[in-house]
């Protein structure tokens, strides 16, 4: 368990000297992957209690401590629901699965690769076909400074608009994805659906994409009113997103996410 006791403030981790757990930033490669992969099954597990299954769609990446070009992903046609320790892959940036029994999704293959071969900086990252995040893609549009929490993307997500409403299957798509991701930690693609990604954890990648999808919810929500929201401004959107938008905060927010999974649900490490 994550123990906060006489930390004053989490949401301002540098100037209160809060620093993430030491063994994610262990020495020792072993690990640091055993922790890498238990993270990135938790993430599955925590997207499936959000309902963002599909079929299929969806693939969450996490790179290899020892072999930065390779990454762990979920298992190709497995629910988030049932993704475990033993039956994650390990692939590398050309689709070749070089650990694991099952296929790699190839649209997971062909954006993810395509990032993490750009962005080497870019640890993991998550993507899967959510209801309002594939909704509010089909505007084309960034979400507005509307609430705090929309505050944590301000002037930190991209609109992609190259291969829009097109399956991502050739490998031409992933380099305009690649671009987008230059600074920013989310993308929206147009009439596909969200992304995002994180320099320092599966668990900030996969936090961010809940509340990437749950800021596109709100932002429906308001569009669906007959009333003008009120936009908060530019400098204020900033002082949020450096307070509530960090690499730290992401981490945090899954915490509480992950500690619940593995009271309930201890068999995603079989």
């Given at each position: ?61 996490i790179r290899d401590p020892e072999h ?134 599966i668990d900030s990648a996969a936090y ?63």
């Amino acid at each position: 368990m994550l123990d906060l006791k006489n930390r004053v403030s989490i949401y301002q981790p540098e100037q209160e000297g809060l620093t993430f757990p030491r063994e994610l930033t262990a020495n020792d490669p072993e690990t640091v992957r055993e922790n890498r992969k238990k993270k990135l099954v938790g993430a599955c597990r925590a997207f499936a209690g959000w309902g963002f299954d599909y079929g299929f769609a969806g693939h969450l990446t996490i790179r290899d401590p020892e072999h930065p070009e390779l990454y762990w992903t979920n298992p190709m046609a497995v629910h988030f629901g049932q993704v475990k320790l033993s039956n994650l892959i390990l692939v590398d940036h050309d689709g070749h699965v070089v650990e694991g029994d099952y296929a790699v999704n190839r649209a997971g293959f062909v954006l993810h690769a395509a990032v993490h071969a750009a962005h080497p900086d870019i640890l993991a990252m998550c993507h899967a076909h959510t209801v309002y995040g594939t909704a509010f893609a089909s505007l084309g549009r960034p979400l507005d400074p509307i609430t705090q929490d929309a505050c944590a993307f301000f002037e930190d997500h991209a609109v992609i608009t190259e291969e829009a409403g097109q399956v991502a299957v050739e490998t031409p798509a992933g380099p305009n994805v690649a671009r987008a991701f230059k600074g920013v930690k989310a993308a929206i693609h147009q009439n596909h659906g969200l992304l995002t990604a994180s320099r320092h954890s599966i668990d900030s990648a996969a936090y961010w994409f809940m509340a990437l999808e749950r800021c596109c919810h709100q932002q429906l929500m308001i569009d669906a009113t007959p009333h003008k929201p009120i936009h908060i401004p530019a400098d204020r959107a900033r002082y949020s997103r450096e307070h509530v938008g960090s690499e730290y905060i992401g981490w945090l927010g899954f915490q509480t996410v992950y500690d619940d999974l593995v009271k309930t649900q201890p068999d995603m490490f079989d």
